[in-house]
């Protein structure tokens, strides 16, 4: 809702726009937050003439990435042809934050079950990053005004892949787990089964595409 906080653009010089909708099962939600409502946000920031624009986009923005990754690009392109200067961080998967999904939902269920499930062969690629270190990149690229029109991917130090990201953590924390290789066909009917049953079950038909590609 632009009229919630329009008035406050008057005076700002700077906008870090980290808000959006994932994990949703209605393509059309991506479609109107991320790229309608953040168009609208890109609009009200040129119309007041706010100078500089850091957008925290997905690194799972090609093609094949689904909805979610469809409605970033869309509104990455949008602030391409703005008037502002812009810089977009194409973060990869970001871990140490209180929301229960993603990475964060893969690592609870290590730490808390001796049973880990795991989406396809495992061989899935990951590269982590915590929270704190995003936090730092776009504080550190919000005080350097000459990093503009410019557009990064953000990762962690090492790459994984998810069999090889839970060994790690079990290693660390001295944990002994047994992982089952979930077949994405499974995972597929699953998520169509979720539209008529009141299953338990929480992942989107974008994630499994976002995983893949």
């Known amino acids: 809702d632009p009229m919630s906080y ?3 653009l008057s005076s700002a010089d700077l906008i870090i726009h980290v808000a959006g909708i994932t994990h949703s099962d209605r393509a059309d939600r991506y479609y109107a937050v991320n790229t309608g409502a953040g168009g609208s946000l890109i609009s ?5 003439g706010v100078k500089r624009f850091i957008y925290i986009s997905t690194r799972a923005i090609g093609p094949g990435c689904g909805a979610y990754g469809a409605s970033k690009r869309m509104l990455e392109k949008r602030l391409q042809t703005s008037s502002l200067d812009w810089v977009i961080l194409r973060v990869a998967e970001v871990y140490g934050v209180t929301k229960n999904e993603g ?3 893969l690592m609870a269920q290590v730490l808390r079950k001796k049973v880990v499930l795991i989406p396809g062969n495992g061989e899935f690629m990951l590269t982590p ?3 704190e270190d995003v936090a730092t990149a776009v504080c550190t690229i919000a005080e350097m005004p000459a990093i503009r029109m410019k557009t990064y991917t ?3 130090p090492k790459t994984y ?3 090889g990201f839970i060994w790690v953590m079990c290693q660390i924390i001295g944990l002994g787990r047994v992982g089952i290789l979930i077949p994405l066909f499974v995972i597929r009917l699953g998520i169509v089964l979720k539209r008529f049953f009141h299953l338990p079950f929480h992942v989107t038909r974008d994630q499994v595409q976002r995983l893949t590609v």
């Open 6 to 8: 329009s008035s406050h």
């Open 44 to 48: 009200l920031a040129e119309t007041y």
């Open 103 to 105: 990475i964060n939902a």
């Open 129 to 131: 990053i915590h929270v």
């Open 154 to 156: 953000l990762c962690g």
């Open 161 to 163: 892949s998810i069999k």
